[in-house]
């Protein structure tokens, strides 16, 4: 067996232990700052507005930046991770972030946060990426799905607390403690994750396969697992090192999971910013009062939570691939029914049941899919891609959605939605692959080819073969 196949397996036979489980948190900590200062920008730029350090093009300004940096940094994980490691990016992207955060906090003008939130949405555009990649490579196989939704849940839980604080503090000490707050959180996550292994599966794809074992090694003595058998000498000979190129996602053996992640992610940023963004928006010109749209968005947006549930239970059962094909069409099929809904509890309804459907997805997706899909190789940068082109077309989708909303009403945004929506079932369903309780090293398998820049380590006259 290969260097980094051992590994991989030794990986997987791991039980449950406080190790995952820790790692889930610092992974989850890290990713939760990101994404807490990702929703406090609403509650900051109202805050400027009010106080007139700001006005609106500037805080347009301030959005698109953020974008703008998200997708810059979507890429650089995927560079970075693949070709230094996933210990190395995760800590330089956190450290990012959390310094710009805290010279946030202190800016003199709304110029100086818009140049240091574009330094911001580097570091969380790549944390994203850096997250999701590298929990999937120390969980074993049996639970990988099960705790990609679990970190989901978790993530999303910061769109309260971020509202939460912000109606605390904002009125009473202004909005530079919201960023102080989410750069002093990450610089102490930063800290923490200073204990964080790398992966062993990243060293041993790099030919570092003692390394790797000693790794899995320390693993092993912590989840009180007896240790697997090290690996003989020409079997670290003959480890194949691989140092995968970006031409590669585009390969024709890789090329299908390519397009699929991509479809994946457009289509999930498509969904998520046209309905879960625009919803309040939409039933105020729908002749709802203010209050009672805020009211009844609660009560669709109480059904995320419900949807990552969903999710978890369902995750290593009915499977990635097909869980995206089924719920991709029964949230299509409650978008066609919305516009046909005249009730307050009607519209409540099927709107939680859309909220609680886009966030399956969401766990399926983001958090477990695409990860799953690349080599350990091209692990970050098939994810970063596919992030990145996400995070492209969400520049455009607000203009999409005004503009179908304006000429078509509510029936043209869901027109966008299900047309999006039956888009992925249809390309998942054709192009992609099941990974339900798979070893990455099997779902790398079925593309095994040499790719660019592989070299063989060791004695000459071992074929390489390529592997994970």
Not at 78 to 89: E, V, Y
Not at 233 to 244: D, I, L, R, Y
Not at 356 to 367: K, N, P, T
Request: net charge positive.
């Amino acid at each position: 067996m290969y260097g980094d196949a051992s590994v991989g397996a030794r990986l997987d036979g791991l039980p449950l232990s406080r190790f995952h489980w820790r790692l889930l948190g610092l992974i989850a900590a890290g990713m939760y700052f990101d994404s807490f200062d990702i929703y406090i920008a609403g509650t900051v730029l109202a805050a400027m507005i009010h106080s007139g350090e700001s006005t609106l093009r500037l805080n347009a300004t301030f959005v698109s930046v953020t974008f703008i940096g998200m997708m810059t940094g979507a890429w650089l994980a995927g560079w970075l991770g693949d070709r230094f490691g996933r210990r190395f990016c995760y800590q330089f992207n956190l450290g990012i972030y959390g310094f710009a955060s805290i010279a946030a906090a202190l800016a003199p003008s709304i110029y100086w946060l818009i140049a240091f939130r574009l330094v911001m949405g580097v570091g969380m555009g790549a944390e994203i990426v850096v997250g999701y990649g590298t929990l999937s490579e120390f969980i074993p196989a049996s639970w990988r799905g099960r705790f990609g939704t679990i970190l989901n849940l978790i993530i999303n839980t910061s769109l309260f607390l971020s509202t939460f604080l912000g109606w605390l503090i904002v009125p009473h000490y202004g909005w530079r403690w919201m960023f102080a707050i989410a750069g002093c959180g990450a610089l102490v996550v930063w800290f923490l994750r200073k204990s964080m292994p790398e992966s062993p599966r990243w060293l041993a794809t790099h030919g570092r396969v003692e390394e790797a074992q000693c790794v899995v090694e320390r693993i092993e003595a912590e989840c009180g697992a007896s240790p697997g058998l090290s690996p003989t000498a020409g079997t670290v000979a003959s480890t194949v090192v691989q140092e995968g190129r970006m031409s590669d996602l585009f390969s024709r053996r890789l090329l299908a999971r390519t397009i699929t992640a991509v479809v994946v992610l457009v289509a999930l940023f498509v969904v998520n910013y046209a309905f879960v963004s625009w919803i309040p928006t939409f039933l105020v010109q729908q002749g709802h009062s203010v209050s009672s749209s805020l009211g009844l968005t609660a009560v669709m947006f109480a059904g995320g939570p419900i949807g990552s549930l969903v999710a978890f239970s369902l995750a290593e059962r009915l499977g990635r691939k097909w869980g995206i094909v089924l719920f991709s069409l029964v949230c299509a099929g409650f978008g066609v029914a919305y516009p046909f809904a005249q009730s307050a509890t009607a519209i409540a309804a099927l709107g939680f049941a859309i909220t609680a459907c886009i966030y399956v997805l969401s766990s399926f997706s983001v958090a477990t899919y695409v990860p799953e899909l690349f080599p350990t190789a091209l692990r970050l940068r098939g994810s970063g891609v596919a992030n990145t082109a996400g995070r492209a077309v969400s520049i455009f989708v607000p203009f999409a959605v005004a503009n179908a909303f304006t000429h078509f009403g509510i029936a043209g945004v869901l027109a966008l939605i299900v047309g999006t929506l039956l888009t992925q079932a249809l390309i998942v369903g054709l192009l992609g692959t099941e990974t339900r309780r798979r070893s990455l090293e099997s779902i790398a398998a079925d593309v095994a080819v040499p790719m660019g820049g592989m070299q063989t380590a060791g004695r000459p006259g071992n074929a390489p073969t390529a592997i994970e």
